[in-house]
């Protein structure tokens, strides 16, 4: 459970629906946000980079997921 002072930057969710159906959701802050929350420093850049990295995997995650649900 996170704190009032805690920000989700990255997050993805798989479930199922009431129909059955496997809803999946890539919830992250957008990079200005990101920045302009923790400034502009060395950190910042860092994990904005490592949430922009997440960001581009989703992709990948989401088309094995689409395989392995095929099989059923």
């Known amino acids: 459970m996170k704190s009032k002072d805690e920000a989700i930057l990255f997050r993805t969710t798989v479930s199922v629906s009431g129909k059955g159906e ?8 957008p990079s200005d946000q990101i920045i302009k929350k923790l400034g502009k420093g060395y950190h910042a850049n ?3 980079a490592i949430v922009g990295h997440c960001r581009s995997k989703t992709y990948d995650f989401d088309d094995s997921l689409n395989v392995l649900l095929k099989d059923f």
């Open 22 to 29: 496997v809803v999946v959701d890539h919830e992250s802050l």
């Open 46 to 48: 860092m994990i904005n």
